[in-house]
């Protein structure tokens, strides 16, 4: 399936933005690379990551994982 990815972007929390060929977007993050959510549009990618930060972000501090 990575061939079918294009990388569109990453924040600086690790989330990444793939464009696959459909046109939608695919979001993952780096400490969690298996789970990943597919939306219609970029600000929806974007939506996504802003939706999972926080939980990594808790995670981490806590040492959760």
């Known amino acids: 399936m990575?061939?079918?990815l294009s990388f569109v972007n990453s924040t600086?929390?690790?989330c990444q933005i793939f464009r696959d060929r459909l046109g939608c977007y695919v979001v993952s993050h780096e400490l969690r690379p298996g789970q990943r959510a597919v939306r219609p549009t970029l600000a929806g990618a974007y939506a996504a990551c802003q939706g999972w930060e926080p939980r990594f972000q808790a995670e981490t501090a806590g040492g959760g994982g």
Do not use: L, N, Q, W
Request: no cysteine; aromatic share 0%; net charge negative.
């Open 12 to 14: 600086g929390s690790g």
């Open 2 to 4: 990575a061939s079918d």
